[in-house]
């Protein structure tokens, strides 16, 4: 998918360490995704055919579940542990558009991941509300 550099679009994003899930504006622009999620590197996950999201590279391995948290994204194709914020966008062929989800439909596709420091390690513990594992070593 290209960066659609003459328009804006709406996006949602998903920080975990408030909790909150809120509607921005993106300016069309790959390192304003950057500077939303706080992350340097970012990769793109599928949710849909028309909607994917942008989370931090390397936020499984650099710490950022274990400080900003986690989220557990339940879809069609299983669950997905996501760590750090997360940019929600839609997608139309080659080009990032706003998406079509809204922030209710977020707010009921994901659970949030509660980090626990114990014996130096840190283990991720999802609400349980949709039937969630755990996560150990994050």
């Given at each position: ?16 360490q ?22 340097k ?63 209710d ?34």
């Open positions: 998918t290209t960066m659609n550099t003459d328009k804006q679009a709406t996006g949602i994003l998903i920080n975990p408030d909790r909150t899930i809120t509607e921005v504006q993106w300016n069309g622009d790959h390192t304003h995704i950057s500077e939303l999620i706080g992350a590197y970012f990769d793109v996950c599928r949710i849909d055919k028309s909607n994917m999201c942008f989370v931090d590279d390397e936020g499984l391995i650099n710490g950022t579940a274990g400080t900003i948290g986690m989220i557990a994204w339940v879809g069609s194709h299983g669950t997905a542990f996501l760590a750090g914020k997360i940019l929600l966008l839609g997608t139309r062929g080659e080009h990032t558009v706003s998406t079509n989800w809204t922030v439909k977020v707010r009921e596709a994901i659970d949030w991941g509660y980090p626990i420091r114990a014996a130096g390690k840190i283990k991720i513990y999802f609400n349980g509300e949709k039937k969630l594992h755990s996560m150990e070593g994050y």
